[in-house]
């Protein structure tokens, strides 16, 4: 710690600062370790069975309707919020907003997810899901051909793998069918 000319002359006032300091660096321990345990807590992530299967039946349904019938963890399930209440032409903004928000999700089911969305970013539309097909292993959600990955996007590619990948450990018998109806959008 600096030593500062009126310490010699206020002694407490040193102290004062060392309570300070130590107070700061339990409180940064108390919040690293919290967040640390909310990480390896498992996913409370669920879909309510009925509405579900009306989800993925009824292609009239947008997308971003996926947060009202499963249940996700913060802050993936304010985005999905978000996202359902959206107009049609605000989809694919607000879906990268829900992906940058949960970074850590993506990064889980690609690597380097953040910058593969970057990357299909500067490519044309018709060119983005394909471009994040090939850094990112899309075999999860069974096959897809040049067509789906053209009108999916590399955001809503995204989305639906992070989305298989939660429910995946929590509710399996939605995991593939909700990841593909995110991909055929509406």
């Not at 947060?67 to 107009?87: H, I, K, S």
Request: aromatic share 4%; with cysteine; charged share 25%.
């Amino acid at each position: 710690m600096e030593h500062h000319p009126f310490d010699d002359a206020f002694p407490d006032m040193r102290a004062s600062r060392r309570r300070r300091a130590l107070v700061s660096i339990v409180v940064f321990a108390v919040l690293v370790a919290g967040a640390v345990i909310l990480l390896l807590l498992p996913s409370r992530s669920r879909c309510d069975g009925a509405a579900v299967r009306e989800y993925i039946a009824d292609r009239r349904l947008p997308f971003g309707l996926v947060g009202e019938v499963c249940r996700f963890d913060e802050p993936l399930a304010a985005g999905l919020r978000d996202l359902a209440v959206a107009p049609p032409d605000r989809a694919r903004l607000l879906t990268l907003k829900a992906l940058a928000e949960s970074a850590l999700l993506l990064s889980q089911v690609c690597p380097d997810g953040i910058r593969v969305l970057q990357a299909a970013a500067e490519l044309p539309l018709e060119a983005q899901g394909t471009a994040f097909a090939e850094r990112c292993n899309l075999s999860a959600l069974g096959p897809l051909n040049e067509a789906q990955l053209t009108a999916a996007g590399a955001e809503r590619l995204a989305l639906a793998l992070v989305i298989h990948h939660l429910l995946a450990e929590t509710d399996p018998d939605a995991a593939k069918p909700v990841g593909r109806r995110i991909i055929l959008g509406r």
